[in-house]
């Protein structure tokens, strides 16, 4: 255990520090697995789109995060149930394009980047398609 666990520990309680002692492992693994393949090239996300679903006549929107490790995806739930084709132009037009190469692990500033970078900030449409793609992350 290092200084940071044990700060953590006793900062937190019992339930923080399992928790950090289980991200640390979680990087430990991460640091294997870089080491392990040095010669990857870094992930990028390569496409955001949404995919629309119409179980028993309900409309439901689920954000899709392609990224350029095939067959590596995230999917998130962004459901406005009238307003779909809203919902699909805010992922379409606005997502996709601002995310295309963007490292899916900076979750922090994605969120930041796209909250401030519209000019209608905390509207209903881009929550919905902002939750559902930080699910998706």
């Known amino acids: 255990m290092n200084r940071r666990n044990a700060l953590s520990l006793l900062g937190a309680g ?3 520090g399992l928790l950090g002692s289980s991200i640390g492992a979680n ?7 870089d080491a392990a393949a040095p010669n990857r090239s870094p992930l990028k996300i390569t ?7 119409y179980p028993n006549g309900t409309g439901f ?19 406005g149930i009238r307003r779909y084709k809203t919902l699909t132009a805010a992922v379409e037009d606005y997502l996709d394009p601002l995310m295309r190469g963007k490292d899916p692990d900076d ?3 994605i969120w930041q980047t796209v909250n401030v970078n519209s ?19």
Request: proline share 3%.
């Open 14 to 16: 019992a339930a923080t």
């Open 27 to 33: 990087d430990a693994i991460a640091q294997r697995y």
């Open 107 to 109: 979750i922090e500033d």
């Open 119 to 137: 000019y209608w900030r905390n509207g209903p449409i881009l929550n919905t398609v902002l939750a559902g793609l930080d699910q998706a992350l």
């Open 61 to 79: 929107g689920v954000v899709k995060v392609e990224t350029s490790e095939p067959g590596l995806y995230g999917l998130g739930c962004a459901t």
């Open 47 to 53: 496409k955001v789109r949404i995919i629309h679903t």
